[in-house]
């Protein structure tokens, strides 16, 4: 853990002059064989389901290929020394959700959600195309940190106005297109920490008042990042959005600890967090009804109203047993409503069983590493700040709607990155994996090169 | 820095590793609980996935599988529900199984590992066999003639065949509709508040579940008891018997229904049904001796399958000498199912010995492989068999010039005892009409049918109601099938030995039910599970033909 020669210095740093390898072949084959993965769920969902490959199957590889294909040219021209790991993992998972997806919309003919799905992914991808060939220069965030706040919390506020949907007000609709625009705030809250956080470490690490063992920051520093973070959250208390508003805390104390290293904000973050969460749990009905049925799950069977959404939940996971039902096989769909979105995991569960879904755990993990990896290769505190957020995002999120949908935790509404039915989401997340590949590629280019990026290559001061 | 994103990166593994447990604690450890959860649908997804195995009954099912497009998708269906209900029983998906349905339906289900091309293969497949099919010993026109007979009048017959304890007919009726209980919704709902409602209780399998007083049926099994054990030695002979007879102990008379009963012989007794005498010997015989006859005909058993549960029929083992008297001519607290005194009258027709009544035959996979065959097996000695050969004269005498004249098959040997059970409270109700009987083609060596009619019968005048006028024709038409059925399959074995050295069923086993079916028809294919039953009924029409010729 100790750093060598008791500096900073990144560890996957390269020596100057050594030729670092770029590894797009490697990326490419990874690719093809997300691809490849994908069009087998495809097919074999169609012969579990009719007996046949599905017509379009042929139709649904290519153009995944193509998409897949689209990314790595972008990719290979515009961040040639980028992860290789990144892209294929996201499309993997991509791929698999709109299997399961379309696996789902075969039970529920009046309810189809693969196309729509499959239109987001791309509009997903071709995102992640313009921010990787568009953003030069991660470090170009870095001057638009309260532009993304402004934006963050306009998004956060707008779905005020409108309707609620199933309880919760975080839905914009207009025409047939509905949009959750909390989802991209969290990019943009991500940014600004960073940003914020940044500019501001010898402040928050070093100056302020000792008040017991703790060292606190000035008000001056500290008071807008809170006052931000207090402002967001009470958005989403309003909005009956506590999966995301658990995110945002928990990503406000990973990046405030990384960046400060103060493990007494830690304590006070997690006891604010308890605190909250209890006060919020016994008062909001909404919240209450969600805790008490991750305590007992199947209260309402005794009561004779049948298994809850949770209960159901449940159920699929154990009747994957081990190695699972097989693809179009399990009965997933029993749980009703979310079942394609929150409860997307639930199908993974029964029908690729605990096999499956360890390996699914393992992609996220493998992703969330890549993303803590190239924050730990990086050299400016932006990069490495914004690089842990994006991964911890992913991570957080990951975290809070699979344990909750397997009785871990209590239940809060949230997508499963990549693999739930929902177009904010996955668009969301190819956002935030273009920025790590942006991120990742800074972080291994050769030195000379970052100096060919335009912008003169930052010595950082008082490190 | 890096120290601290090491440790958040160490957070983020700490998290994953709580999910991987969690995972493993859902799907490893609570999985065999949460899959057992009653609330939990896939059980019933899985059971009702694949169509049902079907229940045959002369080479045709009776049952079938109907694809509903729902959640439990294949429901079960029924060809000629009512009358084949005390035999199939419904299988529905809200209210569970009875009788066949019940009996067998790990292996109707698809459950039976035994149904499995391999040991533990649906367990490593996690597949399920299709349903396999139970073939019934029930005998289609037996049936139906039978049903017809008691058109809808509250009652049961029972026909066996003594010699192998085959259960040929079993009908109880008023009957229903089995199909409509089958799904699930609403209007399965109705159906069943309607049908458990019913003052008819058309759901009641009264051939095996509901008990009556055998009344004067029961005197086979007190002269059976007053033979063996030696009180009577000469069924000829007359009877130290007064009429009028007053209740050992009472003041009580017991009136007689027949003219000339007193001092009169066994074989008179029978023919002409005296109270008075058959309760007399009943006394003499002693408690002791008639509960112990009883219960060697199949009395006061609990744990008779057939295999579907039979109710115990009774007769006390503590009374009085006026019960004992009231319980030797079927009243006081005697009762019997119906298959109850078929029984008896197939203990007198096979020489005093009861074989253990059976309902299956076989049942086979889908494809039609056997899986397991009842073998014939001896259920009880009820008497000896010098017993056994007077009392099938004096039966006999009761059909060509007595009680049971209404039964009378020409061209055979029958044998019948008639009953008129008082019951009710102060025996107000109207009674029962009972008829037991059996028959035996000239030409053969063994009777081919022994039967057991009860009727209700609420609806007729109460001077109408007799075992000889309600029970006995419909004891005679089933008996007619049964001889005519037995001739046919006699024919089939041609130069084999005569019937007397046979010692072959009536129905040969290899090609089921063919050459039970009538000859004008047809060996139909299943109404909808049509590929195992053909295989099954094309040998048999072949066979048939040849029978023919």
Same mark, same amino acid.
């Not at chain 1, 100056?207 to 006052?227: D, E, H, K, Y």
């Not at chain 1, 190239?374 to 995002?393: H, K």
């Not at chain 2, 089995?178 to 003052?199: H, Q």
């Given at each position: 853990?100790?750093?060598?020669?008791?500096?900073? @210095?990144?560890?996957?740093?390269?020596?100057?002059?050594?030729?670092?390898?770029?590894?797009?072949?490697?990326?490419?084959?990874?690719?093809?064989?997300?691809?490849?993965? *994908?069009?087998?769920?495809?097919?074999?969902?169609?012969?579990?389901?009719?007996?046949?490959?599905?017509?379009?199957?042929?139709?649904?590889?290519?153009?995944?290929? &193509?998409?897949?294909?689209?990314?790595?040219?972008?990719?290979?021209?515009?961040?040639?020394?980028?992860?290789?790991?990144?892209?294929?993992?996201?499309?993997?998972?991509?791929?698999?959700?709109?299997?399961?997806? =379309?696996?789902?919309?075969?039970?529920?003919?009046?309810?189809?959600?693969?196309?729509?799905?499959?239109?987001?992914?791309?509009?997903?991808?071709?995102?992640?195309?313009?921010?990787?060939?568009?953003?030069?220069?991660?470090?170009?965030?870095?001057?638009?940190?309260?532009?993304?706040?402004?934006?963050?919390? @306009?998004?956060?506020?707008?779905?005020?106005?409108?309707?609620?949907?199933?309880?919760? /007000?975080?839905?914009?609709?207009?025409?047939?297109?509905?949009?959750?625009?909390?989802?991209?705030?969290?990019?943009?809250?991500?940014?600004?920490?960073?940003?914020?956080?940044?500019?501001?470490? $010898?402040?928050?690490?070093?100056?302020?008042?000792?008040?017991?063992?703790?060292?606190?920051?000035?008000?001056?520093?500290?008071?807008?990042?809170?006052?931000?973070?207090?402002?967001?959250?009470?958005?989403?208390?309003?909005?009956?959005?506590?999966?995301?508003?658990?995110?945002?805390?928990?990503?406000?104390?990973?990046?405030?600890?990384?960046?400060?290293? /103060?493990?007494?904000?830690?304590?006070?973050?997690?006891?604010?967090?308890?605190?909250?969460?209890?006060?919020?749990?016994?008062?909001?009905?909404?919240?209450?009804?969600?805790?008490?049925?991750?305590?007992?799950?199947?209260? $309402?069977?005794? @009561?004779?109203?049948?298994?809850?959404?949770?209960?159901?939940?449940?159920?699929?996971?154990?009747?994957?047993?081990?190695?699972?039902?097989?693809?179009?096989?399990?009965?997933?769909?029993?749980?009703?409503?979310?079942?394609?979105?929150?409860?997307?995991?639930?199908?993974?569960?029964?029908?690729?069983?605990?096999?499956?879904?360890?390996?699914?755990?393992?992609? =996220?993990? &493998?992703?969330?590493?890549?993303?803590?990896?190239?924050?730990?290769?990086?050299?400016?505190?932006?990069?490495?700040?914004?690089?842990?957020?994006?991964? *911890?995002?992913?991570?957080?999120?990951?975290?809070?709607?699979?344990?909750?949908?397997?009785?871990?935790?209590?239940?809060?509404?949230? @997508?499963?990155?990549?693999?739930?039915?929902?177009? *904010?989401?996955?668009?969301?997340?190819?956002?935030?994996?273009?920025?790590?590949?942006?991120?990742?590629?800074?972080?291994?280019?050769?030195?000379?090169?970052?100096?060919?990026?335009?912008?003169?290559?930052?010595?950082?001061?008082? /490190? | 820095?890096?120290?601290?994103?090491?440790?958040?990166?160490?957070?983020?593994?700490?998290?994953?590793?709580?999910?991987?447990?969690?995972?493993?604690?859902?799907?490893?450890?609570?999985?065999?609980?949460?899959?057992?959860?009653?609330?939990?649908?896939?059980?019933?997804?899985?059971?009702?996935?694949?169509?049902?195995? %079907?229940?045959?009954?002369?080479?045709?099912?009776?049952?079938?599988?109907?694809?509903?497009?729902?959640?439990?998708?294949?429901?079960?269906?029924?060809?000629?529900?009512?009358?084949? #209900?005390?035999?199939?029983?419904?299988?529905?998906?809200?209210?569970?199984?009875?009788?066949?349905?019940?009996?067998?339906?790990?292996?109707?289900?698809?459950?039976?590992?035994?149904?499995?091309?391999?040991?533990?293969?649906?367990?490593?497949?996690?597949?399920?066999?299709?349903?396999?099919?139970?073939?019934?010993?029930?005998? #289609?026109?037996?049936?139906?003639?039978?049903?017809?007979?008691?058109?809808?009048?509250?009652?049961?017959?029972?026909?066996?065949?003594?010699?192998?304890?085959?259960?040929?007919?079993?009908?109880?009726?008023?009957?229903?509709?089995?199909?409509?209980?089958?799904?699930?919704?609403?209007?399965?709902?109705?159906?069943?508040?309607?049908?458990?409602?019913?003052?008819?209780?058309?759901?009641?399998?009264?051939?095996?579940?509901?008990?009556?007083?055998?009344?004067?049926?029961?005197?086979?099994?007190? !002269?059976?008891?007053?033979? %063996?054990?030696?009180?009577?030695? +000469?069924?000829?002979?007359?009877?130290?018997?007064?009429?009028?007879?007053?209740?050992?102990?009472?003041?009580?008379?017991?009136?007689?229904?027949?003219?000339?009963?007193?001092?009169?012989?066994?074989?008179?007794?029978?023919?002409?049904?005296?109270?008075?005498?058959?309760?007399?010997?009943?006394?003499?015989?002693?408690?002791?001796?008639?509960?112990?006859?009883?219960?060697?005909?199949?009395?006061? %058993?609990?744990?008779?399958?057939?295999?579907?549960?039979?109710?115990?029929?009774?007769?006390?083992? +503590?009374?009085?000498?006026?019960?004992?008297?009231?319980?030797?001519?079927?009243?006081?607290?005697?009762?019997?199912?119906?298959?109850?005194?078929?029984?008896? !009258?197939?203990?007198?027709?096979?020489?005093?010995?009861?074989?253990?009544?059976?309902?299956?035959?076989?049942?086979?996979?889908?494809?039609?492989?056997?899986?397991?065959?009842?073998?014939?097996?001896?259920?009880?000695?009820?008497?000896?068999?010098?017993?056994?050969?007077?009392?099938?004269?004096?039966?006999?005498?009761?059909?060509?010039?007595?009680?049971?004249?209404?039964?009378?098959?020409?061209?055979?040997?029958?044998?019948?005892?008639?009953?008129?059970?008082?019951?009710?409270?102060?025996?107000?109700?109207?009674?029962?009409?009972?008829?037991?009987?059996?028959?035996?083609?000239?030409?053969?060596?063994?009777?081919?049918?022994?039967?057991?009619?009860?009727?209700? +019968? !609420?609806?007729?005048?109460?001077?109408?109601?007799?075992?000889?006028?309600?029970?006995?024709?419909?004891?005679?038409?089933?008996?007619?099938?049964?001889?005519?059925?037995? #001739?046919?399959?006699?024919?089939?074995?041609?130069?084999?030995?005569?019937?007397?050295?046979? !010692?072959?069923?009536?129905?040969?086993?290899?090609?089921?039910? #063919?050459?039970?079916?009538?000859?004008?028809?047809?060996?139909?294919?299943?109404?909808?599970?049509?590929?195992?039953?053909?295989?099954?009924?094309?040998?048999?029409?072949?066979?048939?033909?040849?029978?023919?010729?």
């Amino acid at each position: 853990m100790t750093a060598p020669r008791g500096t900073d @210095a990144p560890p996957d740093a390269p020596p100057p002059g050594v030729r670092v390898p770029k590894r797009r072949g490697v990326e490419l084959v990874l690719l093809l064989g997300a691809v490849l993965i *994908s069009v087998c769920g495809y097919a074999e969902v169609g012969l579990a389901h009719d007996g046949a490959v599905p017509p379009d199957a042929a139709r649904y590889g290519a153009g995944l290929g &193509l998409l897949a294909l689209l990314a790595h040219l972008a990719v290979r021209f515009r961040a040639p020394y980028a992860d290789p790991l990144l892209l294929p993992i996201a499309l993997l998972l991509n791929g698999l959700g709109l299997v399961l997806i =379309y696996r789902l919309d075969l039970e529920t003919p009046r309810d189809q959600a693969a196309t729509t799905q499959l239109v987001w992914s791309t509009l997903g991808v071709a995102l992640f195309i313009v921010v990787v060939v568009l953003l030069r220069d991660h470090r170009a965030l870095r001057g638009y940190a309260y532009v993304s706040v402004a934006a963050a919390l @306009a998004l956060m506020i707008l779905p005020i106005f409108f309707p609620a949907v199933n309880g919760a /007000r975080i839905w914009i609709r207009i025409g047939g297109l509905s949009f959750q625009p909390g989802e991209f705030a969290k990019i943009l809250l991500a940014v600004f920490f960073a940003a914020y956080l940044s500019a501001n470490l $010898s402040a928050l690490a070093y100056a302020g008042r000792r008040i017991w063992r703790f060292q606190f920051p000035t008000w001056r520093v500290l008071g807008p990042i809170v006052a931000i973070w207090l402002l967001s959250v009470g958005v989403l208390v309003l909005e009956r959005d506590l999966g995301t508003s658990l995110l945002f805390f928990g990503l406000f104390v990973i990046m405030l600890y990384v960046a400060t290293g /103060r493990t007494g904000w830690i304590a006070i973050g997690l006891l604010l967090a308890a605190a909250g969460a209890f006060l919020i749990g016994s008062v909001e009905p909404h919240v209450h009804s969600r805790v008490e049925d991750w305590l007992d799950p199947y209260a $309402s069977i005794r @009561a004779g109203d049948g298994p809850g959404q949770l209960a159901q939940s449940l159920f699929a996971f154990a009747a994957g047993g081990m190695l699972g039902a097989g693809l179009g096989m399990g009965h997933s769909v029993l749980i009703g409503f979310a079942a394609k979105s929150d409860f997307i995991l639930a199908t993974a569960g029964e029908e690729l069983g605990l096999v499956g879904l360890t390996a699914l755990f393992l992609l =996220y993990a &493998l992703f969330v590493a890549r993303g803590y990896r190239a924050g730990l290769s990086l050299r400016d505190p932006f990069g490495r700040l914004l690089a842990v957020g994006l991964a *911890s995002i992913v991570a957080l999120q990951v975290f809070v709607i699979a344990g909750g949908v397997m009785g871990l935790i209590p239940l809060t509404g949230m @997508a499963m990155p990549f693999l739930a039915q929902g177009g *904010s989401s996955v668009v969301t997340n190819w956002v935030i994996v273009a920025l790590l590949v942006r991120v990742s590629d800074s972080a291994r280019a050769p030195q000379p090169e970052a100096s060919d990026t335009g912008e003169p290559a930052r010595v950082e001061a008082g /490190r | 820095m890096i120290r601290y994103i090491r440790r958040a990166a160490a957070l983020c593994l700490l998290l994953l590793v709580a999910l991987l447990v969690n995972a493993a604690r859902v799907m490893l450890v609570e999985a065999g609980e949460l899959d057992a959860n009653p609330a939990n649908r896939r059980t019933a997804i899985a059971r009702w996935s694949e169509p049902r195995g %079907d229940v045959v009954v002369d080479g045709k099912p009776v049952t079938g599988s109907r694809d509903s497009g729902q959640q439990l998708r294949w429901e079960r269906t029924y060809r000629r529900g009512p009358l084949y #209900a005390p035999v199939t029983g419904y299988a529905s998906q809200t209210y569970g199984t009875t009788m066949i349905e019940h009996a067998e339906d790990p292996l109707l289900s698809g459950a039976d590992p035994m149904l499995a091309p391999l040991p533990l293969w649906n367990d490593l497949t996690r597949g399920r066999s299709p349903g396999g099919d139970v073939v019934t010993t029930i005998r #289609a026109p037996m049936q139906e003639a039978a049903y017809r007979g008691l058109d809808g009048k509250r009652g049961a017959v029972v026909a066996l065949e003594p010699s192998s304890g085959r259960i040929l007919t079993l009908v109880s009726s008023p009957s229903y509709e089995p199909g409509v209980l089958s799904g699930t919704g609403p209007d399965v709902k109705d159906a069943w508040t309607r049908l458990t409602t019913s003052p008819n209780q058309p759901m009641l399998n009264r051939a095996l579940r509901q008990t009556y007083p055998p009344g004067s049926t029961f005197k086979i099994v007190t !002269a059976a008891a007053a033979l %063996d054990a030696g009180v009577v030695r +000469d069924v000829d002979a007359p009877t130290d018997t007064p009429d009028p007879f007053v209740l050992p102990g009472t003041r009580q008379v017991l009136p007689n229904a027949a003219r000339g009963c007193e001092d009169a012989s066994l074989a008179y007794a029978l023919q002409w049904s005296c109270n008075t005498v058959m309760a007399g010997l009943g006394v003499d015989v002693g408690l002791e001796v008639m509960a112990e006859t009883a219960e060697r005909f199949g009395f006061d %058993d609990t744990t008779l399958r057939v295999p579907s549960w039979v109710a115990r029929s009774n007769f006390d083992h +503590d009374m009085s000498p006026d019960q004992l008297a009231l319980s030797s001519i079927g009243q006081f607290n005697t009762t019997a199912t119906p298959l109850q005194m078929a029984m008896v !009258a197939a203990a007198v027709a096979n020489t005093g010995e009861i074989a253990r009544p059976y309902l299956v035959d076989r049942t086979t996979t889908s494809g039609g492989t056997t899986v397991d065959r009842t073998p014939r097996r001896s259920h009880r000695q009820a008497m000896s068999p010098s017993t056994a050969l007077q009392l099938q004269r004096l039966m006999v005498k009761a059909v060509e010039e007595g009680t049971g004249a209404n039964a009378a098959i020409p061209g055979a040997r029958v044998g019948g005892k008639t009953g008129t059970a008082q019951h009710g409270l102060g025996n107000t109700g109207t009674p029962y009409a009972w008829f037991i009987a059996w028959a035996q083609a000239e030409d053969s060596g063994r009777p081919a049918v022994a039967v057991a009619v009860v009727v209700e +019968d !609420a609806e007729a005048s109460r001077t109408d109601i007799s075992g000889g006028g309600s029970a006995a024709p419909i004891a005679r038409d089933v008996m007619r099938e049964a001889l005519r059925l037995e #001739a046919e399959s006699r024919g089939a074995p041609g130069p084999r030995g005569g019937p007397a050295a046979t !010692a072959s069923p009536p129905v040969p086993a290899v090609p089921r039910g #063919a050459p039970g079916t009538r000859p004008s028809a047809a060996p139909a294919p299943a109404a909808s599970r049509g590929a195992p039953a053909v295989p099954r009924g094309a040998p048999g029409g072949r066979e048939r033909t040849r029978a023919e010729d």
